[in-house]
C-alpha cells in the first residue's frame, strides 16, 4: 500500500480531506516528485481526482498519475488531458500542453509546473461539488420562479433536492410545458454540472427572447445531483455497484434515488404538458461536446424532426469557444441499442418527449481547442436558448398530440425486443453508431468458414456494435462467447506499433434488463486483426453474476482504416 505523504514535511506534500477531494494515494518520489493513484471505490474502473498539494515556492514540482490502465478508455486517452489547477476552488488554470506528458512505455502521466502560492488545488476536470451547487442555488433563490423542496433521502440518507422554475400562472390558461433536466448520473462528470448551472441560470435570468419565453410558458424540474451521495464522496460513479444510476431506469429500479424521481416525475408530469428532457453527462477524455439522441428504428419521424432542430439551432447558438456542429448529434451506441432503460429513454418511451443526453467535454473540442471554465456556463445557456427556440417552434404539435413526440401506439417498448427468429443473425441486437456504417455481406468462398453472411463494420473507432448472446441459463456459473472476425483493406500496423483490431467489452443484464456493472468477471479485451490474414476466431470465458440472464458484447473497430467482417 503506497504511504501517505506528511503534510508536516516542507518537501511536496498533497492530501484529498477536504470536501470534493477525490481519495487518491500518494507515494512521495522525491522532493519535487509525487506519483498518486486513482482510487475506483464502487466502479470497475476510474477517471476523476482532485486533490491539494503544498509546493515548496518557486521550485517546478512534478505529479504522476501511475494508473491510468485503470481508467475509463485506453490508457493511450491521456495524451490529451490537461489537467486544471486553482489556488482558492473557484477560479481553474488549465496546464501548459508542454507541462503535460503521457509516457507510453510506462503508461504513465506526468504533469508538472511552478508556482506562485504553496496550496495548490489539482483536478483532471474543473470541480462541481455542493459548493458551487450552494452558489447557484443562492442565485436561483432571487428569481421569483424559483421554489424549491426535499424529495425524501439519497441512499445514505442525505436530504435529496429537487428544484423548480415556474412562474405562478400558466399562459392562457394553458398548462405550462414541461421541462426535465437532470445531471450527475455519474458523479465525477462535472463539466455536465457546470452546462446544467449555465442553463438554469439563463432561465431564470437570461434577457434572450428564448428566456423570456421559457420563464413564461415552462415549468422546469431540476434534479442537480442524481447520485448525491457519489458526488459527496467524490467518486467517479461509472458502473458503480449495484448498479449505475444511468442503467437503472426501468420498471422495478433498484436505487432509491431513481425511484424517488419516477414518483416526482410522474405527479409533476400530471400538472404540466411534459415536452423536453436533458440529461447532462461527459464523454470519455478524447470526445469532444456531442449529445445522444433517439436510436433510429426506435423513433418517429417527428421526434427525429425536433432533434434535428435542437442540433441546428444549438449549432448557431454555441460560442466560438465551445462549439458544436449538427454532425455531432449522434445516436448512443451504447445505450438504447443494447435494451438499457436509461434516463433519456425511460422519459422517451414513458412520456413521449423529446429527451437528449447532452456530452459535455472534459478537454478538446473542435479546432483542436481545449474548452476553459469560463465556456461552461455560456454553453449551458446556449442548450436553454436551443430548447426554446425548439418548444416554441414545436408548441402546436406538442399540444395537439396526446403524447408529444410519440403519439398513442407509436413508442416501441422500453426494452426493445432484438431477438428476430427469421434472421440468421438473431443473435445480433441493433447497432450502435450510424447505420450507414453498417451493412451484411454474403461470403460465397468454398470454405466452410466462408459460407453464410457476415457483418460488416467500416472502420471508425467512434462506432460501436452490441451483440446479443444466447441466454444464460440458471444456475450458470462459466460461459464461453465466441464469434469470428477478419479485417479487410486494414494495412500492415505501423513500425514497432501493435496491431490494432477490435476492442470487446463484455456486460451482463437481469430479467429487468438492468445491467450490471463490470465486475463479476466480465472484462475487456482486445484481438488484434490488422496485418492478420483470414478469420480470427474469438472466445472469452466468462462468470456471469447471479441473476444475469444475459450477455452482450460491445464490440467497437479500432483499425484507421478498411473494415472488419463479424461472423457467428
Known amino acids: 500500500m503506497p504511504k501517505r505523504t506528511d503534510l508536516a514535511q516542507p518537501a511536496l506534500s498533497a492530501d484529498a480531506d477536504f470536501p470534493g477531494g477525490n481519495g487518491v494515494e500518494f507515494d512521495r518520489v522525491g522532493p519535487a516528485h509525487l506519483r498518486f493513484k486513482m482510487v475506483k471505490h464502487a466502479s470497475p474502473f476510474c477517471l476523476w481526482w482532485c486533490f491539494r498539494a503544498q509546493v515548496p515556492a518557486g521550485r517546478r514540482v512534478t505529479f504522476e498519475l501511475v494508473n491510468t490502465p485503470d481508467s475509463l478508455g485506453r490508457p493511450p486517452v491521456w495524451r490529451v488531458v490537461r489537467p486544471f489547477f486553482s489556488y482558492d476552488q473557484i477560479a481553474w488554470t488549465r496546464l501548459a500542453p508542454k507541462d503535460c506528458v503521457f509516457n507510453e512505455e510506462t503508461q504513465t502521466f506526468f504533469f508538472s509546473g511552478v508556482f506562485k502560492k504553496p496550496v495548490v488545488y489539482f483536478a483532471q476536470a474543473v470541480p462541481y461539488h455542493f459548493a458551487e451547487l450552494e452558489r447557484l442555488r443562492t442565485q436561483l433563490r432571487r428569481s421569483p420562479l424559483f421554489h424549491e423542496r426535499i424529495a425524501g433521502s439519497s441512499g445514505e440518507g442525505r436530504p435529496y433536492p429537487l428544484w423548480h422554475l415556474a412562474p405562478k400562472n400558466a399562459p392562457r390558461g394553458k398548462p405550462l410545458l414541461g421541462v426535465f433536466v437532470c445531471g450527475r448520473h455519474h458523479a465525477g462528470e462535472t463539466h455536465g454540472s457546470w452546462a446544467l448551472d449555465g442553463m438554469l441560470r439563463e432561465i431564470a435570468f437570461g434577457s434572450s427572447p428564448e428566456a423570456r419565453w421559457l420563464r413564461a410558458n415552462a415549468s422546469v424540474l431540476a434534479a442537480p445531483f442524481v447520485d448525491l451521495d457519489g458526488v459527496w464522496h467524490a467518486m467517479y460513479g461509472k458502473d458503480r455497484t449495484p448498479i449505475d444510476f444511468n442503467r437503472d431506469w426501468s420498471a422495478d429500479p433498484l436505487r432509491p434515488e431513481v425511484r424517488t424521481l419516477q414518483h416526482e416525475i410522474h405527479a409533476w408530469a400530471q400538472t404540466v404538458r411534459y415536452a423536453a428532457h436533458l440529461d447532462f453527462h461527459c464523454p470519455g477524455l478524447t470526445n469532444t461536446h456531442h449529445i445522444h439522441s433517439s436510436v433510429p428504428g426506435l423513433s418517429t419521424r417527428r421526434l427525429k424532426d425536433a432533434e434535428k432542430d435542437f442540433a441546428k439551432e444549438f449549432s448557431r447558438l454555441a460560442s466560438r469557444a465551445s462549439p458544436f456542429t449538427e454532425k455531432d448529434l449522434v445516436f448512443p451506441g451504447y445505450q438504447g441499442p443494447t435494451g438499457e432503460v436509461t434516463c433519456s429513454s425511460y422519459q422517451r418511451h414513458v412520456y413521449g418527449v423529446l429527451s437528449l443526453t447532452p456530452e459535455v467535454s472534459y478537454h478538446p473540442v473542435h479546432g483542436g481547442k481545449l474548452i476553459e471554465q469560463s465556456a461552461l456556463l455560456p454553453y449551458g445557456a446556449a442548450h436553454a436558448k436551443a430548447l426554446g427556440r425548439v418548444l416554441k417552434r414545436h408548441e402546436a404539435d406538442v399540444r395537439s398530440h396526446a403524447r408529444p413526440f410519440y403519439d398513442a401506439g407509436e413508442a416501441p417498448p422500453v426494452a426493445p425486443a432484438v431477438d428476430d427468429p427469421a434472421s440468421v443473425y438473431r443473435w445480433w441486437s441493433n447497432l450502435g453508431g450510424k447505420p450507414e456504417r453498417y451493412s451484411v455481406r454474403a461470403l460465397r468462398g ?83 486483426l490488422q496485418g492478420v490474414k483470414g478469420w480470427v476466431r474469438f472466445t472469452a470465458s466468462v462468470e456471469p453474476p447471479a441473476g444475469a440472464v444475459h450477455a452482450r458484447l460491445g464490440i467497437r473497430s479500432e483499425l484507421p482504416k478498411g473494415r472488419v467482417l463479424l461472423a457467428p
Open 446 to 528: 468454398s470454405a466452410p468458414d466462408e459460407s453464410g453472411e457476415a457483418l460488416v463494420i467500416e472502420g471508425d473507432p467512434k462506432q460501436s456494435a452490441f451483440v446479443l448472446t444466447p441466454s444464460i441459463g440458471p444456475g450458470v456459473t462459466r460461459a464461453e462467447l465466441t464469434f469470428r472476425a477478419r479485417a479487410e483493406g486494414a494495412g500492415a500496423p505501423k513500425k514497432g506499433a501493435p496491431p490494432l483490431g477490435l476492442l470487446v467489452h463484455v456486460f451482463f443484464y437481469d430479467r429487468m434488463g438492468r445491467r450490471f456493472g463490470r465486475l463479476n468477471g466480465s472484462a475487456e479485451y482486445d484481438l488484434p
